[in-house]
């Protein structure tokens, strides 16, 4: 099935343990996510937030209970449709021995240096790549130079962002970059994502303020939930 996504999620009653280790990580979670919303997910380290991503990726299917893509289910669509029509932001960056612009259109058919440029202004990383004498044709990684933690991470958000999907998940991936540079991208994004859905799971409470709701979770359980105000 390869029917464009719109963007509504449904989560019902689901659980994973994973079979490696027997470890319960998703334990009876429901949501529900309307197109061009805004979820956030927040709780300590290990209640389940990135298992949750990788289940809306379907990288692991759900022991029990479903999830839904616009009333169909997850299982209909292949891995690779829900790939290319997911975003998904991991937590760990993963950069290629190559140019600032092919890691930036990694994934496109053609790149665009037009579409290159503008996803890195929209993360905020623009000025410092055009700093380089070598600007987007900067080789990174073994034989080129190292970007810092949080221009990696912002390499990572355009490399989503270019694809222009219709669902964006973010996997904690503004850990590293400074509140105010965190608060330049986050008002890019919101204006990005009008219109389409997207889910972050984070930490930082700056992350998650302008979320329409925000789960919280606890042992892969969601132990509370609401808005910015009502937590
Ligand atoms: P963090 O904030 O540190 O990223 P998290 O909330 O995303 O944590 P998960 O990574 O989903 O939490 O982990 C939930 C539980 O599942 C933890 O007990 C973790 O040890 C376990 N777990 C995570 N990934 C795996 C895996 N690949 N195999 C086995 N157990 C895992």
Redesign the pocket.
């Known amino acids: 099935l390869d029917v464009p996504l719109e963007g509504n999620i449904k989560v019902s009653n689901i659980s994973f343990t994973?079979?490696?280790?027997g470890?319960?990580?998703?334990d009876n979670v429901s949501f529900e996510i309307k197109k061009g919303e805004t979820l956030a997910?927040i709780?300590?380290?290990?209640?389940?937030?990135?298992?949750?991503?990788?289940l809306l990726l379907r990288m692991y299917d759900a022991d029990q209970g479903s999830i839904s893509y616009d009333q169909q289910a997850i299982q209909s669509f292949s891995f690779d449709s829900l790939r290319h029509q997911v975003g998904f932001v991991p937590?760990q960056v993963f950069l290629f021995s190559d140019t600032i612009a092919n890691n930036i259109a990694f994934g496109l058919d053609v790149a665009d240096q037009d579409l290159v440029e503008q996803a890195a202004k929209d993360v905020a990383v623009y000025d410092n790549i055009i700093a380089f004498d070598e600007g987007f044709q900067t080789h990174i990684g073994e034989r080129g130079i190292t970007l810092s933690g949080g221009q990696k991470q912002r390499v990572s958000i355009a490399r989503a962002l270019i694809k222009d999907p219709e669902i964006l998940i973010f996997?904690?991936c503004l850990s590293a970059v400074d509140t105010k540079t965190e608060e330049e991208i986050l008002n890019n994004l919101s204006r990005i994502m009008d219109n389409k859905t997207s889910i972050f799971?984070a930490?930082r409470i700056s992350t998650i303020k302008n979320a329409d709701h925000i789960l919280v979770?606890d042992?892969?359980k969601i132990i509370e939930e609401g808005t910015h105000e009502e937590l």
Not at 18 to 21: G, L, R, S
Not at 23 to 26: G, M
């Open positions: 994973y079979p490696e280790t470890i319960k990580a998703i997910i709780g300590r380290t290990g209640s389940g937030k990135s298992t949750l991503a990788n937590q996997d904690d799971i930490h979770m042992q892969g």
